[in-house]
T-cell receptor, first 113, second 108 residues
């Protein structure tokens, strides 16, 4: 599992509340990613990071922000959760510049009510 | 970015039948990766294809990369119930892009 831990694994929150999901890795990989997975849409990239304090947007970044203050942690924040953000969120890492394969965490199931 | 279309979206097969999923791109791909996601699980890396016309095999799974590096396929011979899941292709450099996946159901 490439030493990736996501927390929490499940969360139910109310519309309008802030939510932060955490991705922790133990192997100092440079690249980290946040995806959301919804039926019929596959895995869609929200944000990714290529180093401490270096992040970039993915295809569905609206309503999300990220931070990476340490190599091992990549945080995803929903500033004001909406029902459309109900989804399964996956964190992934990429092991190196020459390697294009990703290794995923176990996922976080977020429900916004 | 390097986006791919994956077909079919769903596939139901009888156990023992073959299965194929395809990924197609309008642009030349530098490489393509394949993943399997079991129901309730997370995507797991299967293989990477880099060379034009490359064919790789893993037991009953055969992966191909097109000669023009614009398409790829995953073929499973004689499916088993353990093959159930969603299969994704993935491309991209920094921003890794996934196809929409093919969900395989195997009927015993």
């Amino acid at each position: 599992d490439a030493g990736i831990t996501q927390s929490p694994r499940h969360k139910v929150t109310e519309t309008g509340t802030p939510v932060t999901l955490r991705c922790h890795q133990t192997e100092n990989h440079r690249y980290m990613y946040w995806y959301r997975q919804d039926p019929g849409h596959g895995l869609r990239l929200i944000h990714y990071s290529y180093g401490v304090k270096d992040t970039d947007k993915g295809e569905v970044s609206d309503g999300y922000s990220v931070s990476r203050s340490k190599t091992e942690d990549f945080l995803l924040t929903l500033e004001s959760a909406t029902s459309s953000q109900t989804s399964v969120y996956f964190c992934a890492i990429r092991t190196g510049t020459g390697d294009q394969e990703a290794f995923f965490g176990q996922g976080t199931r977020l429900t916004v009510v | 970015g390097q986006q791919v279309m994956q077909i079919p979206q769903y596939q139901h097969v009888q156990e023992g039948e073959d299965f194929t999923t395809y990924c197609n791109s309008s642009t030349t791909l530098s490489n393509i990766q394949w993943y399997k996601q079991r129901p309730g699980g997370h995507p797991v890396f299967l293989i990477q294809l880099v060379k034009s016309g490359e064919v790789k095999k893993q037991k009953r799974l055969t992966f191909q990369f097109g000669e023009a590096k614009k398409n790829s396929s995953l073929h499973i011979t004689a499916t088993q119930t353990t093959d159930v899941g969603t299969y994704f292709c993935q491309t991209g450099a920094n921003n890794l892009f996934f196809g929409t996946g093919t969900r395989l159901t195997v009927i015993p």
